[in-house]
């Protein structure tokens, strides 16, 4: 017999006696989902769980930071409601300042008086969703209110480790040993200390990740591989350390495009003799879903679908899209291996979620922000998911973005503030973060639909599980649109001593909330009943364990 089978059987008896007591033989049921509470896969991560905020339309201005004369309730300038819920999900680590941003801004520019900080271009000023803004617009033209000090102390509020991009393109590598020094210089040491403390934190900020360059292939300076390779050496190589942990952070490939780990990794690995391997913590990856139907297209705006006006047809593809951020991991990881055969560099997955056309934005103001449907709590849910089955590949992620765009968990405007459905699937998924993941088996039949008038089909139930002591997360998606599954769990070489749990559903998956209805989607308990949960449609549902 196979071990596979001979685990699935164990399992059936073991579940079935121990779950559905006096039911030795469950009745069939239309999902099936075993974990192998005894096969450890890796620790999770708490960074997997992690945030992106870039000065880009409504993230900062007028979603963190909200200024320290403001009359909506702030800390220091910042959001108060905002650090009131990154707290309750565990955020543990916030990327800033971008995303492209990174690569045109000046950390200097940032620093010292608020009043006496000039007003640069940001980044985003030409692009099309800034146009129709006034030259007034701090999405603009950026005066900089909020810089290091106020992200690092954001993040200190909101009890997460801040994770800095360094601007590769445009500033020469001292002042990326500068801007390390500004953080991390002990009290007193250096001028930059000084100056910290002048600002309001003499002990050092001792930040620990750095992102060195974003998008390097694109925004980040249109680099070959091997050119960006030898600049991220440049970079990285003798930077001061003050007694921190550095962990430097790789611009990777443009989604899938798996020549550029090839040639990245070639070079920088491959190059030289002198170079310390170590200064690759990590390698990026992004990856979004455009949610184009019709496939992909050069139009990059207009040819996007819609947040909020989609079909069917719409809603599966956009999540097949999605799903594709596992494929596009395994394939960079199975390149990276052929350098770094005992995977010391981890993946980190630092944007990702649906990105869809303009026109659903709260503000127009809010650049690339759109409404966040349960489609996107779904895609949202599976991408942890994969993030969770995979704990020695992934050391970090960022979900693209926190706040007023993209993939947003909150949506703010002036004294208005509400959390989006993927809030509530973050909420959901916290107790994952330093869980150890556990290998678990999910079967059930494929959610049909049409495409384009032929039939297509896509998975109806996944979702990880993890342990912490005697406590099993298991995290379930029912990506099926219209049919609820009922679901058999199956626990092996574990007995269940009881079982709760609790789902993000709503019978339609173009359900959001907006400043009106602040809770049309919300979380409900869900009954478990003898070992067997009906997942609801288009659901997001994590069932909490307590093992016998
Ligand atoms: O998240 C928006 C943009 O998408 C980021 O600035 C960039 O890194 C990516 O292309």
């Not at 993946?347 to 869809?356: A, I």
């Amino acid at each position: 017999m196979q071990r596979r089978e001979f685990l699935k059987t164990g399992a059936v008896l073991a579940g079935g006696l121990a779950m559905s007591r006096g039911k030795a033989f469950a009745a069939p049921v239309g999902a099936r989902v075993e974990v192998m509470v005894n096969e450890p896969l890796g620790a999770i991560a708490p960074e997997v769980y992690g945030h992106f905020t870039e000065h880009l339309g409504g993230t900062i201005y007028d979603g963190v930071w909200v200024g320290t004369k403001s009359k909506i309730a702030n800390t220091n300038g910042i959001r108060t409601a905002l650090i009131d819920k990154l707290r309750q999900i565990k955020a543990p680590a916030i990327r800033w300042p971008g995303g492209c941003f990174a690569d045109s801004y000046d950390w200097r520019d940032g620093i010292g008086p608020r009043d006496k900080r000039p007003t640069r271009t940001n980044f985003w000023a030409d692009d099309a969703s800034a146009r129709q803004l006034g030259d007034d617009a701090v999405q603009k033209f950026e005066d900089n209110a909020f810089g290091t000090d106020e992200f690092v102390h954001f993040c200190k509020l909101s009890g997460s480790s801040p994770y800095l991009a360094a601007n590769l393109r445009s500033l020469p590598a001292l002042e990326f040993d500068h801007w390390v020094e500004y953080c991390n210089s002990p009290a007193g040491s250096t001028t930059l200390a000084k100056q910290r403390a002048a600002a309001g934190s003499a002990a050092p900020y001792n930040v620990q990740y750095w992102g060195v360059g974003n998008e390097s292939w694109g925004c980040g300076g249109a680099f070959e591989p091997e050119d960006y390779a030898s600049e991220y050496r440049r970079f990285t190589d003798w930077v001061p350390r003050f007694g921190t942990d550095l962990r430097f952070i790789g611009s990777g490939p443009n989604d899938d495009e798996v020549n550029w780990t090839h040639r990245f990794f070639q070079k920088l690995f491959g190059g030289t003799k002198y170079y310390d391997r170590r200064n690759l913590w990590g390698f990026s990856i992004h990856h979004y879903a455009w949610n184009m139907s019709q496939g992909r297209t050069t139009d990059w705006v207009a040819g996007k679908g819609d947040a909020l006006q989609f079909d069917t047809a719409g809603y599966y593809e956009c999540l097949r899209e999605s799903d594709k951020v596992e494929s596009i991991m395994l394939d960079h990881w199975s390149a990276m291996a052929e350098y770094d055969p005992t995977h010391r560099v981890k993946l980190v997955v630092d944007e990702y979620g649906p990105w869809y056309r303009p026109g659903t934005e709260l503000d127009p103001t809010h650049q690339l922000g759109q409404q966040i449907t349960m489609r996107d709590a779904v895609a949202t849910a599976a991408s942890l998911d994969v993030f969770n089955r995979h704990p020695e590949k992934v050391g970090m992620a960022a979900c693209a973005q926190l706040i007023n765009c993209l993939n947003a968990l909150f949506f703010a405007h002036e004294d208005n503030f509400i959390v989006t459905p993927n809030f509530h699937v973050f909420d959901l998924y916290k107790e994952h973060q330093c869980g150890t993941a556990v290998r678990a088996e999910f079967s059930a039949p494929a959610a049909q639909y049409e495409r384009n008038g032929a039939p297509a089909s896509f998975w109806s139930v996944k979702g990880s599980a993890s342990v912490k002591g005697k406590t099993l997360t298991l995290t379930l998606v029912n990506a099926d649109a219209s049919s609820p599954r009922e679901t058999e769990l199956v626990l092996s070489g574990a007995t269940m001593a009881s079982a709760t749990a609790v789902t993000l559903a709503n019978k339609d998956i173009h359900a959001h909330n907006t400043f009106a209805q602040p809770d049309a989607v919300k979380t409900a308990k869900l009954e478990v009943r003898g070992g067997t949960i009906v997942l609801p449609p288009a659901s997001v549902t994590r069932v909490t364990v307590e093992l016998g």
